[in-house]
């Protein structure tokens, strides 16, 4: 498989954690589940990035099993139509904040973080979708089953390495938070839609 496409994927899923209704929750979330201490915060972190690898798997897995579906034109038009709703209903403020705490009631421990981990593309669906589905749609591009559960492995570990960083230092939410406070954030999240949506018509009109 291509490394690049590995690390598009990848970097993907870093974008989606950077967006303003995901990273902010994070370090609270850490500290509800784990306590304040730093080590327990660490380990916890790796607990959730396992979870997130294997929610991952099994919907790289999904993606897998749908190979063929992108064979047509008519999946690119389709593709582009979804992805028109998605940017519509991001500018409509439809895309709302991730509603970590309460997820999974008042149980904590690694165990419940790695749970945690396993479910966050749908506790966290309205605010990663965007970026999620771009992924989803290259995957169902290539051609064999590999490579496609390998782009979604790679979302999932740019999605779960940011627990394990936040965890360890505490002071880099702060930092990122910051970053996601000037909007550069969602600037570069719509500059990749818009860019996946004109690669879609093209390849449809071309096609």
């Known amino acids: 498989m291509d490394p690049f496409q590995l690390a598009f994927a990848f970097s993907l899923g870093l974008a989606s954690v950077m967006t ?34 294997t929610g991952g798997l099994a919907l790289g897995a999904v993606m897998g ?9 008519w999946f690119y038009l389709a593709a582009a139509a979804l992805l ?32 945690f981990g396993a479910l966050i593309i749908f506790i966290a669906s309205p605010c990663i979708l965007p970026l999620l589905s771009i992924v989803a749609i290259v995957s169902l591009t290539l051609e064999d089953m590999l490579s496609r ?26 930092r990122l938070k910051r970053l996601t406070a000037t909007g550069t954030a969602e600037k570069v999240e719509t500059l990749i839609m818009v860019i996946t949506l004109a690669w879609l018509m093209a390849t449809f009109a071309l096609s």
């Open 149 to 174: 559960i390998a782009m979604l492995i790679a979302y999932s570990a740019g999605l779960g390495i940011p627990f394990i960083a936040i965890g360890a230092f505490s002071n880099l939410s702060v």
């Open 84 to 115: 028109v709703a998605i940017m519509v209903m991001k500018r409509a403020n439809l895309i709302r904040q991730a509603g970590f705490a309460g997820i999974l009631g008042r149980k904590r421990g690694a165990a419940t973080g790695f749970l």
């Open 20 to 53: 303003p209704c995901v990273l902010p929750i994070i370090p609270g979330y850490l500290a509800y589940l784990f306590g304040s201490e730093r080590f327990e915060m660490f380990k916890g972190g790796f607990a959730i990035f396992a979870g997130i690898l």
């Open 65 to 73: 099993m749908l190979g063929g579906v992108a064979s047509t034109r």
